[in-house]
């Protein structure tokens, strides 16, 4: 995603550490997972252990361990949370009506394309890489305060992807506004320009048949939604009537209050994207 070895380690840690905090637990152990070429360079190899750690300390949890191998550069972390649990938060446990809030902006997918192809410098890639890098734990203390019905974090499978497992498995349709998501500064530029990750065009061909698009809106903008996120924010569903305890909770820990849109009753498609 990124060839500056401290922020990969970072980013890989805090997307790892992203699935306990998406049900709103709290990390506790973590076991590093890196493979490294032989001839991979030492300094950049110290580098990316060095963040990783670093992030996974700044969470809380304790590196307990790891196990290393020669080959391709991967590098992750296996992570275990500790959760109530009566307050586990599933992407099953949504509500028609619920009101969906996004914690971070999207775009990565644009973003770091842009990068690798050399259309943006690494210093444009940086504020990027500094949002992937972010832990999701000041989101989801607001959401553990409120109480919320079902949440997910956003990455791999996009905007779209993740939407789609909420209404599946809470059997709900999405509805989204495509001018209320927030879009990360210069990604829809991108976008226009068609710097999308591969996986923009797989989404819009395997979910593509339940997502209704309201005429007239912008293909590259809604395209955006389709893209990969790395290291995304947390969507939270809540029921409205907490709505506004949870963007109080949310601007007092300085995460972007965005209200992206709502839990439907089952329709014909799972997912309806409007202006």
Known sequence: MVDDPAFYGAIAAANALSDVYAMGGKPWTALAIASFPKDFDKAWRAEILKAGYAKVRQSGAVLAGGHTVEGDVLFGFAVTGLIDPARIVSNAGGRAGDALYL???????????????????????????????????????????????????????????????????????????????????????????????????????????????????????????????????????????????LERELAARGVPVARVGELTAPGARRIAIGA
Do not use: W, Y
């Open 103 to 245: 914690t971070k902006p999207i775009g990565m997918g644009c973003m770091t394309t842009a990068a690798k192809f050399q259309k943006i410098t690494a210093e444009a890639l940086r504020p990027a890489a500094e949002q992937m890098a972010t832990l999701n734990d000041r989101a989801a203390e607001a959401m553990n305060a409120v109480g919320a019905n079902a949440c997910t974090d956003i990455t791999g499978f996009g905007l779209i992807g993740h939407s789609m497992n909420v209404a599946r498995a809470s059997n709900l349709s999405v509805a989204l506004r495509l001018s209320a998501i927030p879009v990360f500064p210069g990604a829809l530029d991108l976008a226009r320009k068609g710097h999308f990750s591969g996986a923009a065009k797989r989404g819009r061909a395997g979910l593509g048949a339940e997502v209704e698009i309201a005429p007239g809106l912008e293909e590259a903008h809604v395209s955006l939604l389709f893209d990969a996120e790395t290291s995304g924010g947390l969507l939270i569903a809540v029921e409205p009537s907490k709505a506004p305890r």
